[in-house]
Each structure stands twice: as C-alpha cells, then as structure tokens.
C-alpha cells in the first residue's frame, strides 16, 4: 500500500514580497503563515519597543529600532520581528539578512515556529541576538552569539525579578516585572 501525502505549496521570498498577503504574514520554509497577535502578545511587544526606542533616542549614533518590516533570511524565509533593533538604518521594503537583535513575542499559533525554524535560521543567517520573550511563564530566552564558532554560543533565561538588557544596547535595562505588568 501506498501512501500519499499533500504536499504544501512552497514559495520564494521574490514571490512572497511581490504578493498580497495578510499584512503580518511571514514567509517560513517557503511557507506563507498569518499573525494574528493576542493582547498580551501586542502589549509586551509595544512595551519592549518603546523602551528600546527611548534608548536609541538618548544618544546619537545608537541604531533603529522598529517592528514587522521584511526581512528576507534565505529565498523560502522572510520574518517581520515583533521588535527588532540594528546598528545602521534599514534601507527599503526589503532588508536582506536579518537584524542584529530580533525579538519574537510568544503567541499560541506561532511559538513552535518561534523556538523551533525561525530561531535557527535567525542563527544560521548572523543575528548577533534573539530575545523570546514567553507571555505566559513571564520569562524571556535570550540566545547570543559568542566569540568562537558561528552559532549561539550563550542562552539564558531571565525572569520576574531580573533586568532585561544586553551587549549590544549598552546602558538599555528594563525590569522584566514591568515588562509583564498587568497582563492577563
């Protein structure tokens, strides 16, 4: 006996960007998936983007910092960041390679892709950090590349009681227990 499987329609970042998707929709595997975020999810990630925004703000020279935009990871892989940050201002629609800090929200439909592909093709393609912050434990996943190999080097869980910050955003700390206040 034989067994068929359906086969799921794959196309290239050309494609997804020339095309008329959902906005939100990302591009995983050369598969097209629709974000629809929770509250939760919309709030922490405002939260973290103002924060880091008034960071940038404080001092010239300090990068962006924005959300979604298009950032085309490899032909089938094209992510919009919950929030992102990079040294030099992004150029266009497209921006080929990805930030050097990206951070994804949890939300019930995307997390396995979060943790799973998207956070290794973050890697495989040289972003320097990835935050995934977890609404529901109120802990965040900080993945950093270190000095030797081409990989994560460095990952650590950080939660309520601790502050949020990172080598790349010298002076930027932010409290996780503000970050999670009054959800849910």
């Given at each position: 006996m034989?067994?068929?499987?359906a086969s799921i329609p794959r196309i290239t970042a050309d494609e997804f960007l020339s095309g008329d998707y959902p906005e939100g929709s990302e591009l995983i595997d050369g598969v097209v998936y629709e974000v629809d975020p929770a509250f939760d999810?919309?709030?922490?990630?405002a939260r973290l983007?103002?924060?880091?925004r008034a960071w940038v703000r404080a001092e010239p020279g300090?990068?962006?910092?924005?959300?979604g935009g298009n950032w085309v990871l490899s032909d089938g892989h094209v992510y919009k960041p919950d929030v992102w940050w990079k040294a030099q201002r992004p150029r266009g629609v497209r921006n080929d390679g990805p930030p050097e800090l990206a951070i994804e929200v949890?939300?019930?439909?995307?997390?396995?892709?979060?943790i799973g592909p998207k956070l290794r093709r973050y890697e495989?393609?040289?972003a320097v950090e990835v935050w995934l912050v977890d609404t529901p434990s109120s802990t965040v996943l900080i993945f950093r590349r270190g000095d030797s190999g081409p990989g994560f080097a460095d990952v650590v869980e950080i939660g309520l009681g601790t502050v949020l910050g990172s080598?790349?955003?010298p002076g930027f700390e932010l409290k996780v227990d503000e970050?999670?206040?009054?959800?849910g």
């Open positions: 034989t067994v068929q499987t999810h919309q709030e922490v990630g983007l103002d924060e880091i300090r990068g962006r910092a924005g959300y949890r939300s019930p439909g995307t997390w396995a892709l979060d495989a393609s040289g080598p790349l955003l970050l999670f206040a009054d959800l």
